[in-house]
């Protein structure tokens, strides 16, 4: 994943409404977690866009992501649920993009999740 310029506005909003109180790693990864659980609206449809060692998805599968994982899954990058061959899958957020379909703010949590990490960005 290409590193993006500094975006000032969604660096102040990761900073001023996710991490705002969040001093360590685990708590870093904590205030993602639920700030994705509370403003993400599930279910959403999503695209692959990137591959990931953790992940059986392929460029371009389409998924239908129920959920957020559990905190315990998610303590070193944001994970989701999806249905995979009848299965519930954890997948790296990251490598999703939600449908234009999705809420704006789903669009808007996935994009500040994939900003952060793509900036290097660690929990």
């Known amino acids: 994943m290409k590193r993006p ?3 000032k506005g969604r660096e102040s909003r990761i900073i001023d409404e996710i991490v705002v109180d969040a001093y360590g790693e685990q708590e870093r ?3 993602w977690y639920y700030y994705a659980a509370d403003k993400i609206t599930f279910p959403f449809k999503a695209c692959c866009a990137t591959k990931s060692a953790s992940s059986p998805l392929k460029i371009g ?22 249905t995979w061959k009848d299965e519930s899958l954890a997948v790296p957020l990251v490598q999703l ?6 809420t704006d703010l789903t669009r808007q949590v ?14």
């Not at 905190?71 to 944001?78: A, P, Q, T, W, Y």
């Not at 993009?97 to 999705?102: G, I, L």
């Open 5 to 7: 310029n500094e975006n």
């Open 29 to 31: 990864a904590m205030s």
């Open 61 to 82: 599968d389409m998924v239908e992501v129920g959920g957020m994982a559990s905190e315990d899954d998610c303590v070193h990058e944001l994970m989701v649920l999806i």
């Open 97 to 102: 993009k939600p449908c234009p379909a999705s």
């Open 110 to 123: 996935a994009a500040d999740w994939q900003y952060w990490v793509a900036r290097g960005y660690r929990f």
